[in-house]
C-alpha cells in the first residue's frame, strides 16, 4: 500500500495567532491533527506538545521494538491499536505535567485526531479526543467516521434538533473532552478497512464548521490529482465562509 499525503495549516481571518498543528510521519505512517486552546500562546503549546510526543512515541517504538512503553497493552486489543492509544494517552500526560508546572499555562488543552495505517495494509486505525474529526472520502462520497466530543453532539443525542436550533445552539464549541484537562483520558478508537483510492481526512473545527461535508467531498474530487492543491482548496473555502477559526487539515490518498 502506498500512501500520498498532503497538510496544511491557515490562521484563518480573524484569529492573531495559530494554536493548530499537524504532523506527517510518513516512515511511521501516522498523521496527525491537534486543534489548542487555553488562550495567549498555550493552545499553540498544547497542540505542538500533542504532535510532537505523538511523533517521538512512534519513531521510539518503530525502531525499537523492545522500547518500554508506559502502560501495558491491552491484550484485547491489536498491537497496533494499541500504540495509537498510548501515544494519544502519553501526549495527554506530557501535555497535563507542563500545564501543571508552568501557571502561564494552566488551563491548556488541545483536541486530537489521528490516523495511523497498517504496514500491510488494507486498514487504518483512527484514535480522537476532542472535535477534531476524521472523515473517509470513497467513490465520490465523503462520511464522517469519528464523533465530537462535544455539548452539542451531546445534546443532538439526547434529543432531536432542528437546524434552525442547531445553528442557533449558544455553545456550539464548548468541547467535553480534550487532551491535557485530566491526568488520563479517554480516546477513541476505530479501525477502518481501506481500498485502493479512498481519501482520508484529517481536520479540525475550522474547516468542517465552516465548510459542510458535501462540499468538502466536491473539493477533493475535483482535485483527487493533486492533495496539496485540495487542501489548499479546503482552506480556501473555509476562509470564504468567513474564516472565524485557524484552519488545519492533512489529507491521505491509499493506492495499491
Known sequence: ?????????DVGLKRAHNEDAFLLLPEEQLYCVADGMGGHASGEVASRLAVEEMAEFFRLTGRDEEATWPWPEDPARRQDENRVLTGVKL???RIFERA???????GMGTTLVCAHFE????????????????????????????????LLNDYLKARRLTPEEVESFPHKNVIVRALGMKETVEVDLLRLPVEEGDVLLLCCD?????????RMGELIRL?????????????DAANEAGG????????VQVHA
Not at 130 to 140: F, I, V
Not at 206 to 214: A, F, I, P, R
Open 1 to 9: 500500500m502506498r500512501l500520498h499525503v498532503a497538510g496544511t495549516t
Open 91 to 93: 501526549a495527554n500526560l
Open 100 to 106: 501543571q508546572s508552568d501557571e502561564r499555562l494552566r
Open 119 to 150: 504496514r500491510a495494509g488494507g486498514a487504518v486505525v483512527v484514535g480522537h479526543v476532542g472535535d477534531s474529526r476524521a472523515y473517509l472520502w470513497r467513490g465520490g462520497s465523503l462520511r464522517q467516521v469519528t464523533e465530537d466530543h462535544s
Open 206 to 214: 475550522g474547516l468542517s464548521g465552516m465548510v459542510d461535508d458535501e
Open 223 to 235: 482535485h483527487l490529482g493533486d492533495l496539496k492543491a485540495a487542501a489548499q482548496a479546503l482552506v
Open 244 to 251: 472565524v477559526d485557524n484552519i488545519t487539515c492533512v489529507l
